[in-house]
């Protein structure tokens, strides 16, 4: 019988068609006109898993709202380097999307990013301190200058009257708000970044299809088995350069590239669930992002929020989310996803971490445990007014977070995101989750540096590299004029509030 395996040769091979694979492509694209790329997903469409709008939170994650990116140490005091980061990172973010709005290879801003202030509420005189002591922390930096802080009841329901209705006038509250935040629909950018990447020549995606199998050989080229899934066809692609952005499906692929920089991975599945409002009069009354504390042993992924999104050209307006505990790493996955990736090198780390997060294994049991009228009552801690048939349970995304080896500790859970690269910059594997989306273009280039040394320090890329993004190689939290001038400018192009 004669091998009717199909065989390709491209420069680049990316496998998942979410947010992170959709920026590469096109940053090396623009970097290098001539390069050949194939994309590989399993699924039927582009961005139907973490990319998805209601499988994350659509926030333009900045670190203007959320508290678990400015904890309180023991001392009590608040470091604000891991928000200054992530702030920092977003303006990367909105640089790029600005350059493919200009450059005419993304329309319609509106579609994708709109403005929407982000808040910080609590309750409880501790948590008011802290919050006042995070905001002292962050006005100091030129990127939060513009932050509000208010322990006024009348500001409150000024700013956020659906979640101030109803309450005590003598409670203690506070909160804050940045008129900068913004509410972004990752998998409606996601799919017009591909609808332009794959008008171009050299690039080729395949949906339905699964990646096998990968092999580095000895002269250095990947072969990755891949199969057909709707017609069964085998394909066999060649490539110098791998990189792996299947969300909950990337640490499955890592195990099976057998590569010496994987061993010791694990991974953590959580899962996660919205209460969605269906009554219109409810949804109006709400337009803000605001955040709260997180539970003690809960993920950063499950901060609680009470959300004003646009998904599908509508408002929503979204509660959550609901952790809870499943096998998958992907919400199309298996149950046989853990299980299978538990293998001989990575199984201490996993049992050491595992009984070093004892509170948070306790939180996902409450949280599976939870009854409806349960996750009314923890709804009702942010909108007090709120009725049960207003709102519908709705199933969010998946979320893997990663496990890896430590020397002291024999095995740490990591809640943020995760780039490993092979020490010959072949294979590039993206794992974890938050702030992941938002952070997608800083992570991307950081990537190139470090897999395409060579052309990425040519005048030719550098020079290119500052056009699709003015602030490159400078801080912008450094540099307040230049700041200024950078949100003003993405402001305008991206339709948003300056």
Not at 84 to 94: C, Q
Not at 110 to 134: A, D
Not at 178 to 202: S, Y
Request: hydrophobic share 40%.
């Amino acid at each position: 019988m004669s091998d009717t395996t199909i065989r390709t040769n491209s420069d680049v091979v990316l496998i998942g068609a979410g947010i992170m694979s959709a920026t590469l492509g096109l940053i090396l694209k623009e970097l290098q006109p001539d390069i050949k790329i194939e994309i590989y997903e399993r699924l039927d469409i582009a961005a139907a898993e973490s990319s998805d709008a209601w499988n994350n939170a659509g926030t333009g994650h900045s670190a203007f709202c959320e508290l678990n990116y400015t904890p309180e140490s023991e001392d009590k005091t608040v470091s604000a380097k891991k928000a200054i980061s992530i702030a920092e990172s977003f303006e990367v973010s909105r640089q790029f999307w600005s350059y493919l709005v200009q450059e005419n290879k993304v329309s319609s801003p509106e579609n994708f990013i709109k403005s929407i202030p982000h808040m910080s509420f609590v309750w409880g005189e501790k948590n008011v301190e802290y919050l006042k002591k995070r905001y002292d922390a962050l006005t100091a930096n030129p990127l939060f200058k513009d932050m509000l802080f208010s322990t006024n009841f009348a500001k409150l329901q000024e700013w956020m009257p659906l979640v101030m209705e109803g309450r005590n006038d003598n409670e203690k509250v506070a909160a804050t708000s940045m008129a900068l935040g913004t509410d972004v629909n990752f998998g409606e950018l996601t799919r017009n970044i591909f609808n332009h990447l794959t008008t171009l020549d050299g690039v080729t995606i395949h949906f339905h299809h699964e990646v096998k199998k990968l092999k580095q050989r000895d002269d250095k080229v990947w072969r990755i088995k891949v199969t057909d899934l709707a017609t069964g066809q085998k394909r066999k692609a060649y490539t110098k350069f791998v990189f792996i952005g299947a969300g909950g499906g990337s640490l499955p692929l890592l195990e099976k590239a057998d590569v010496p920089e994987g061993k010791g991975y694990g991974g953590f599945p959580v899962s996660g669930q919205w209460l969605k409002c269906i009554n219109p009069e409810v949804i109006a009354k709400h337009q803000a992002k605001v955040y709260g504390k997180a539970s003690v042993g809960a993920p950063p992924m499950s901060v609680p929020h009470i959300d004003s999104r646009m998904i599908n050209g509508e408002r929503a307006l979204l509660f959550g989310p609901f952790a809870g505990f499943s096998t998958r790493f992907l919400k199309n996955g298996s149950y046989s996803d853990l299980p299978l990736s538990i293998k001989t090198d990575n199984i201490i780390p996993m049992i050491a971490a595992g009984i070093k997060n004892i509170p948070l294994t306790r939180y996902l049991i409450e949280q599976v445990r939870q009854s409806p009228k349960d996750r009314i009552n923890a709804l009702k801690e942010y909108v007090p007014t709120a009725k049960s048939k207003d709102w519908v349970l709705e199933r969010a995304g998946q979320r893997v977070q990663v496990i890896k080896k430590d020397e002291k500790e024999g095995g740490i859970l990591e809640f943020g995101t995760e780039v490993i690269t092979t020490h010959d910059g072949s294979l590039s594997v993206l794992l974890g989750a938050s702030p992941g989306a938002s952070t997608a273009v800083s992570i991307m280039v950081d990537l190139v540096s470090r897999c395409f040394a060579d052309q990425f320090n040519s005048p030719e890329w550098q020079q290119k590299l500052k056009h699709m993004i003015p602030s490159f190689g400078q801080k912008l939290n450094d540099n307040p004029e230049l700041l200024l001038e950078v949100r003003k400018a993405t402001a305008t192009v991206l339709k948003l509030k300056n």
